[in-house]
């Protein structure tokens, strides 16, 4: 079946603008999970949903980084006022969710690799 | 310092050799851990998945977990040229966590 689709995949932003990034997660995912990973660097932690809920917010840099996801299902990371830092690939992950103590795989999406100049 | 801890790359063997990958961390609630790959312009996806310490054998690939010394590992075996990309060590606290990773490392495997 399909995977996590991203889009866009690419973006350039000047500074100072807003960007928005979607991800559709696998169909019937309840778990959602944004990753910031630097050049170099290994995916870090932004925020978590399970379904429309996000319970999990402590990653986001700043009060520049917004993310929703409504309906439960498809999601976007908002940023406001971009900056150079910014500039990053931002993945989403989604998994099932079992209450049971078992393999909850996350399943990664392609990245959208955002550039600010 | 970071929670992880990935030892630096990176890593160019010949065909055929065995790899040791290596990791450690430090917070000693993570119970999940996780070996990932990713290519070049891809997301990551899952290798390998242990709970708690012990080793896991999927073909040839073992990753290994010692909770005392909080070290995890991933060896390839008999190491192919399609191999090559970059592996992510991750923990977790929860079966449906976030995941923290180390740095990566960049294998490159020489036909």
């Known amino acids: 079946g399909a995977g996590v689709s991203q889009s866009p995949r690419y973006k350039v932003a000047k500074r100072g603008q807003d960007v928005a990034l979607r991800c559709d997660p696998i169909?019937?995912?309840?778990?959602l999970f944004w990753y910031q990973q630097a050049l170099g660097q290994g995916p870090e932690f932004l925020t978590y949903f399970q379904n429309e809920a996000q319970l999990d917010k402590s990653g986001l840099p700043s009060d520049r980084f917004f993310a929703e996801r409504p309906e439960g299902s498809v999601s976007t990371l908002k940023i406001q006022r971009t900056q150079q830092e910014d500039s990053a690939v931002y993945l989403c992950?989604?998994?099932?969710?079992?209450?049971?103590?078992?393999?909850?795989?996350?399943?990664f999406g392609p990245g959208t690799r955002l550039t600010v100049l | 310092q970071k929670e992880v801890e990935q030892d630096p790359g990176p890593l160019s063997v010949p065909e055929g050799a065995i790899v040791s990958l290596n990791c450690t961390y430090s917070?000693?609630?993570?119970?999940?851990f996780m070996w990932y790959r990713q290519y070049s312009r891809k997301g990551p996806e899952l290798l390998m998945y242990?709970?708690?310490?012990g080793n896991k054998e999927d073909g040839r690939f073992t990753a290994q977990v010692d909770k005392s010394s909080k070290y995890i590992s991933l060896f390839i075996r008999d190491s192919q040229p399609s191999d090559s990309a970059t592996y992510l060590c991750a923990t977790s606290a929860g079966a449906n966590s976030k995941l923290t990773f180390g740095k990566g490392i960049t294998l490159s495997v020489r036909p």
């Open positions: 992950a989604s998994s099932l969710w079992y209450l049971a103590e078992s393999t909850d795989t996350q399943y």
């Open positions: 917070n000693s609630a993570f119970q999940y």
């Open positions: 242990t709970y708690s310490s």
């Open positions: 169909s019937g995912h309840v778990s």
